[in-house]
């Protein structure tokens, strides 16, 4: 007889021929008294990727690796692996980053296991500065024991490479997120619902931090946008009591993004007109593309 997988670790990938080995080492080399399955997720890499993967599906009975005909995008990925998983929990990483800890598998489904009231388990994480080969500092130097629901609709207080959750919490991710940003408070939240994230402080995985800037203004524009619809579904799938939380993580984001028109010294006439359309895409009069066809075209005029 078979025996069935406890834990299916999700590894998602896009262009990680620089770091995917690590990423898949650090979970191979777990020391674990269950069984566990890797499933390698890749968007459509058009590097070596997917060589380097398939290598290790030959070495390895155990993991898995399953491809996009086209990129779909990192939402559509993710929610594609975790629509796919079977077993009782469920480990995410990004294919950029590594699990530091060789126990930390173990550790953590030991931890849900005698702790039922636990959605999931996280961990802090040291982060790696890509630009200059360096660690620098935790990823939350003030990173707490547990975290409920309402504490995690703002920045996420821990990396998603830590996360390991009980499956029959998350066993899909809803549609209406696809055109949102940010996909670990999606899980996060999703998963909150249904209990508290345990957090264990100290280091168990490495954030690898590119250099890559979302400064800009153009930019800006679009992903406040998208924090605006993702806030949006979220007062639709939670509770009025949590829209309090909702409304101040928003808030957060909107103070930063003015921040960002401010330094660029955007226009006031195109401030007010981007606002009229980011108003009419929240009242579903606007879908998230046309919105970005008049906002481009507004930039033009202005």
Same mark, same amino acid.
């Given at each position: 007889?078979?025996?069935?997988?406890?834990?299916?670790?999700?590894?998602?990938?896009?262009?990680?021929?620089?770091?995917?080995?690590?990423?898949?080492?650090?979970?191979?080399?777990?020391?674990?008294?269950?069984?566990?399955?890797?499933?390698?997720?890749?968007d459509c890499s058009t590097d070596n990727t997917i060589d380097i993967i398939t290598n290790y599906t030959k070495e390895y009975s155990h993991l898995y690796l399953q491809t996009s005909k086209l990129n779909i995008g990192t939402f559509a990925n993710l929610q594609k692996a975790v629509n796919e998983c079977n077993a009782q929990f469920v480990a995410l990483l990004e294919g950029d980053d590594y699990w530091e800890d060789e126990n930390k598998l173990q550790e953590q489904v030991d931890f849900l296991k005698a702790n039922r009231k636990y959605s999931g388990c996280a961990a802090n994480s040291l982060v790696y500065?890509?630009?200059?080969?360096?660690?620098?500092?935790?990823?939350?130097?003030?990173?707490?024991?547990?975290?409920?629901?309402?504490?995690?609709?703002?920045?996420?207080?821990?990396?998603?490479?830590?996360?390991?959750?009980r499956h029959a919490f998350l066993p899909t991710i809803p549609d209406e997120f696809k055109n949102t940003i940010s996909n670990d408070k999606v899980v996060y939240t999703l998963l909150a619902k249904h209990g508290? =994230?345990?957090?264990?402080? /100290?280091?168990?995985?490495? &954030?690898? #931090? *590119?250099?890559?800037? =979302?400064?800009?203004?153009? /930019?800006?524009?679009?992903? &406040?946008? #998208? *924090?605006?619809?993702?806030?949006?579904?979220?007062? /639709?799938?939670f509770a009025s009591n949590y829209h309090k939380f909702i409304d101040e993580a928003l808030y957060d984001h909107l103070k930063g993004y003015m921040i960002t028109l401010i330094t660029h010294k955007v226009p006031l006439k195109f401030l007010f007109l981007n606002f009229f359309y980011q108003w009419l895409m929240l009242k579903k009069w606007l879908t998230l593309n046309e919105y970005k066809e008049l906002y481009y075209f507004s930039r033009k005029i202005f």
């Amino acid at each position: 007889m078979i025996q069935q997988a406890e834990v299916n670790v999700i590894i998602v990938s896009f262009n990680a021929e620089k770091y995917i080995e690590q990423a898949i080492e650090s979970v191979v080399n777990q020391k674990t008294n269950f069984l566990f399955t890797i499933n390698v997720y890749d968007d459509c890499s058009t590097d070596n990727t997917i060589d380097i993967i398939t290598n290790y599906t030959k070495e390895y009975s155990h993991l898995y690796l399953q491809t996009s005909k086209l990129n779909i995008g990192t939402f559509a990925n993710l929610q594609k692996a975790v629509n796919e998983c079977n077993a009782q929990f469920v480990a995410l990483l990004e294919g950029d980053d590594y699990w530091e800890d060789e126990n930390k598998l173990q550790e953590q489904v030991d931890f849900l296991k005698a702790n039922r009231k636990y959605s999931g388990c996280a961990a802090n994480s040291l982060v790696y500065n890509q630009s200059n080969a360096s660690f620098a500092d935790l990823y939350n130097n003030h990173l707490k024991t547990e975290y409920t629901l309402a504490e995690l609709f703002s920045i996420p207080p821990f990396q998603i490479g830590t996360l390991v959750y009980r499956h029959a919490f998350l066993p899909t991710i809803p549609d209406e997120f696809k055109n949102t940003i940010s996909n670990d408070k999606v899980v996060y939240t999703l998963l909150a619902k249904h209990g508290t =994230i345990f957090c264990i402080n /100290k280091p168990m995985a490495v &954030y690898r #931090k *590119h250099d890559i800037s =979302i400064s800009n203004s153009e /930019k800006a524009d679009i992903i &406040y946008a #998208k *924090h605006q619809l993702l806030y949006s579904i979220m007062k /639709k799938q939670f509770a009025s009591n949590y829209h309090k939380f909702i409304d101040e993580a928003l808030y957060d984001h909107l103070k930063g993004y003015m921040i960002t028109l401010i330094t660029h010294k955007v226009p006031l006439k195109f401030l007010f007109l981007n606002f009229f359309y980011q108003w009419l895409m929240l009242k579903k009069w606007l879908t998230l593309n046309e919105y970005k066809e008049l906002y481009y075209f507004s930039r033009k005029i202005f």
